[in-house]
């Protein structure tokens, strides 16, 4: 199955603005259900296109690693979910300020880890 490229590239977004409208405008568990499978779908298409597009050398012998390479890739989107998540069911502020921050680092080790593959400067 061939897909255009500006779909083909758009899909991951899709898949996460599907999920978030899923949480936003349903109340069941069916709705959570459906929008925890787009947020893993978008989240695997996402680490998938990453390892094909590495341009980095990955050396799978290394010992520096600590976590193992599939718990380490995924590690920012769980980080990004349960922020999610924290904010849409506690009603403390305090506790959704934390969540948030959890948020902005998982989006930071997202972003660095993309510049790192890429070989480019990082000023975050």
């Known amino acids: 199955m061939y897909l255009p490229e500006r779909l083909y590239e758009n899909l991951p977004s899709i898949y996460f603005v599907i999920s978030g409208g899923l949480v936003i405008l349903g109340n069941g568990g069916l709705y959570i259900f ?8 978008a989240c695997v298409t996402l680490v998938a ?12 012998h ?37 969540a948030f921050t959890w948020c902005v680092y998982g989006l930071r080790n997202i972003m660095c ?6 070989r480019q400067t990082v000023h975050f």
């Open 34 to 41: 459906s929008a925890l499978l787009f947020y893993v779908a």
């Open 49 to 60: 296109r990453s390892a094909q597009r590495r341009r980095d050398k990955r050396n799978l």
């Open 62 to 98: 290394s010992t520096k690693e600590v976590l193992p390479e599939v718990i380490y890739e995924y590690l920012p989107y769980g980080y990004i979910g349960f922020g999610i998540l924290l904010i849409l069911i506690v009603e403390q502020e305090i506790i959704q300020f934390l």
């Open 113 to 118: 880890r993309h510049a790192n593959r890429n």
